[in-house]
């Protein structure tokens, strides 16, 4: 099994930053695409930002030019540079990646996770 843990959620006033890590670990054989969404309550969780293996990236329209994805492939890590942050950026933020798991017999086999979410707070 995999499992993705993330840090670096918190308070933070309007304008000022906050970088989350997502550590991968497990039965990992290569991790895909890596990527963070948000959710509010009664809301979709929506997508922040994606990272492919290949470092290609994407962005939901709300954070272009403020947040920045990034990944570690050595550290099976992806982060999320928060900047310029705005109250309603508060959610809960979760990490997702897309796996290709070891099974204990070797096979392999693509799986999706996600973390346990952090909590960011932005106040005005």
């Known amino acids: 099994q995999v499992q993705l843990v993330e840090s670096g959620g918190g308070l933070v006033q309007a304008g000022g930053s906050l970088r989350l890590s997502c550590v991968a670990s497990?039965?990992?054989?290569?991790?895909?695409?890596m990527g963070w969404y948000r959710q509010t309550p009664g809301k979709e969780r929506q997508l922040v930002a994606h990272?492919?293996?290949?470092?290609?990236?994407n962005y939901g329209d709300s954070v272009k030019g403020r947040f920045t994805i990034s990944r570690d492939n050595a550290k099976n890590t992806v982060y999320l540079q928060m900047n310029s942050l705005k109250p309603e950026d508060t959610a809960v933020y979760y990490c997702?990646?897309?796996?290709?798991?070891?099974?204990?017999?070797?096979?392999?086999?693509?799986?999706?996770?996600w973390g346990q979410g952090t909590q960011v707070t932005v106040s005005s």
């Open positions: 497990g039965s990992i054989f290569s991790i895909n695409a």
């Open positions: 997702n990646a897309d796996v290709r798991v070891i099974a204990s017999t070797a096979r392999l086999y693509d799986s999706d996770y």
């Open positions: 990272i492919t293996g290949g470092g290609r990236t």
